[in-house]
């Protein structure tokens, strides 16, 4: 064996063995294979037959009539060199190739067949072609698309389909779910996408507009109501945290409209430790433990004692004499469990502690001590009983189960203000509990206060939470937790968690448990009579006659029905005058800017 045809088997054995250990040189192999059928499919002729030249066989008896031609190699150079000489049979369109002497013999010359240039030289650019248009199939998925551009018409009556549902449901889901489904082809509809992108942002600033509105609103409620009753402090005081919670909203609306994800950019703490105001600037000072706090709180009332230089007794001994001689606060915790009313049941015990103070104090005291006696004494008291009946295994855990769905509440209370995007069975939630980047760095800092026990040991709490915008402080809010039965139970890893919950929602949701109001519900007359009165309303605001309007928001908003009213007002109408609803709106909170007295008069 020549040494060519051992070089050739070599190659061969190479090939066959990458072939099967490399996964690249398979698919190099593979690649070029189908470039070569390519080639074969698209490229040259077979054969260039000259029909002038025709000659018979002395072997065929039949007399059939062969041409001249020649075989045209597809995958070389398309010129006499690659080219065979041969006969060629048209009616069973077999070629009978020449030897190199009867070729020489036959002396044909070359003619190239006919077609377009780039066919007849196949050869030399099919085989990059196919490796090139494999890598772009591989990086870019161009391949993939390539059949997508014969169906341009396809895909553009699926996005305007698209279109319509986001316009029936008029959502900002049901928008974003139509971009997603444009923009997912490699070259999108770029119109239609402009067109969605344009009125899901038409979506937010009517959403932007009604929680402007309802701050404005919302702040000037509280301010009428302040000058109208200074006393009614947790009123009105609720109303401007209110219109601190729409400012929080607004903010949390930019951030979901610019990052399109229906997360939070808001980074929620619940900071470790307990907290209470203390001091005689009344500061917010932190400790360790519960117990650290009680313990302040009763040195805390030692120390007044102290001061009011009563010194027959202390609170401390008092305590214990009442303790050994009547009722331990053992025996009351015991009791505790038992009794239907635990508020009443202590109240009794502390008018009992109250009296037996009062004895061992008798002819010692001034008027102006008696006073402030009962005031120590019961707040003593009341710290004593909460040691007695504390459960310290609840207290380490009541942080995590404060915090665990905190950002869940607070962004279903948020996405309460926009029942229209929740309604029916495909509506999604405005707001999610997922991490949106926190572009502003907005941070909401929640600082507990414990005020209480339940029987079961479980704390009760006030919250104090900060509000701040790249770590400046907008405001701050106290919170207050609704009252629970003393008898309430709840796993020692729910009852933080449950806390939380009735807190935000009591202080924050504003919305009445009602079906979101329906725009399709309301009559063409009816739309034209609102319609009109709200014409009428707009002449009457221009005249600074508007009052009415104002007063009426107000005291919707007093009586907590604030933003259940406003959203009335945009369900009397079609989309297309939510525009003249807010002027209105507009226009009615300027007027209680204005420092306009709505409450005077008949009112």
Not at 21 to 27: I, M, N, V
Not at 117 to 123: D, G, P, Q, T
Not at 247 to 271: F, K, M, P
Not at 467 to 496: C, E, H
Request: aromatic residues 12%.
């Amino acid at each position: 064996m020549s040494a060519i045809a051992w070089i050739a088997v070599a190659v061969l054995l190479l090939a066959v063995f990458f072939f099967f250990k490399s996964r690249k040189f398979r698919g190099f192999i593979l690649l070029t294979a189908f470039a070569a059928l390519l080639g074969m499919l698209f490229g040259p002729p077979s054969y260039v037959v000259h029909t002038d030249y025709t000659t018979t066989l002395r072997d065929d008896a039949s007399g059939t009539e062969y041409h001249y031609a020649w075989a045209i190699n597809k995958l070389a150079p398309t010129n006499a060199k690659f080219a065979r000489v041969g006969l060629y049979n048209p009616s069973t369109k077999e070629f009978r190739r020449f030897d190199d002497e009867l070729a020489k013999r036959a002396n044909l010359t070359f003619v190239s067949p006919t077609g377009a240039s780039w066919l007849l030289h196949i050869w030399w650019w099919i085989f990059p072609a196919t490796y090139l248009a494999f890598f772009l199939q591989r990086k870019y998925g161009g391949l993939s698309n390539i059949g997508g551009i014969l169906y341009f018409p396809r895909r553009n009556r699926l996005c305007q389909e698209q279109l319509a549902n986001a316009r029936e449901y008029g959502t900002v889901w049901a928008y974003e779910k139509a971009l997603k489904f444009c923009e997912s082809y490699r070259w999108p509809p770029r119109k239609l996408v402009e067109i969605l992108h344009k009125e899901r942002q038409a979506i937010f600033q009517t959403y932007r507009q009604r929680i402007q509105t309802l701050e404005r609103l919302y702040r000037n409620a509280g301010s009428t109501l302040q000058q109208r009753d200074a006393s009614a402090y947790q009123r009105y005081g609720k109303l401007y945290l209110i219109a601190n919670f729409m400012h929080l909203i607004s903010r949390q609306l930019e951030q979901r409209e610019t990052q399109q994800a229906a997360g939070l950019a808001l980074d929620i703490q619940v900071l470790e430790g307990w907290y209470s105001y203390a001091g005689p600037d009344n500061e917010l000072t932190k400790y360790d433990s519960l117990s650290s706090l009680e313990r302040a709180k009763l040195a805390e009332c030692e120390q007044r004692w102290g001061a009011l230089g009563i010194t027959a007794v202390t609170l401390h001994e008092a305590t214990e004499k009442y303790a050994s001689e009547r009722t331990s606060f053992a025996a009351i915790r015991q009791q505790l469990t038992k009794v239907e009313s635990a508020q009443g049941f202590v109240s009794e015990q502390v008018s009992q502690f109250l009296a037996f103070v009062e004895q061992l104090l008798q002819g010692t005291l001034t008027e102006q001590q008696q006073l402030g006696v009962r005031q120590l004494a019961h707040s003593y008291f009341i710290q004593r009983l909460f040691q007695e009946v504390s459960d310290r295994s609840q207290d380490h855990v009541f942080h995590r189960s404060f915090s665990k769905q905190l950002r869940h509440t607070l962004a279903t209370i948020m996405s309460a203000y926009f029942p229209e995007e929740s309604k029916g069975t495909h509506g999604l939630a405005l707001f999610s509990d997922a991490p949106l980047a926190n572009l502003e760095q907005q941070q909401l800092q929640f600082h507990l206060l414990p005020v209480g026990r339940l029987t079961t040991g479980a704390p009760t709490i006030e919250a104090t939470v900060f509000y701040q915008v790249n770590k400046q402080q907008i405001w701050r809010a106290g919170l207050r937790q609704p009252q629970l039965p003393n008898n309430f139970k709840a796993s020692t890893d729910a009852f933080g968690h449950i806390a939380a919950t009735a807190m935000l929602r009591d202080t924050f949701s504003t919305r009445q448990n009602q079906p979101a109001p329906s725009r399709q519900s309301v009559s063409e007359q009816t739309k034209q009579d609102i319609i009109d009165e709200l014409n009428e309303t707009m002449k009457e605001l221009a005249q600074g006659a508007g009052e009415d309007l104002a007063l009426e928001l107000i005291n919707q908003i007093i009586a907590g029905n604030g933003s259940n009213a406003v959203l009335q007002f945009e369900a009397a109408v079609d989309s297309e005058m939510s525009t003249l609803v807010f002027e209105s709106l507009e226009h009615a909170a300027g007027l209680l800017e204005a420092g306009l007295s709505l409450f005077g008069g008949d009112d």
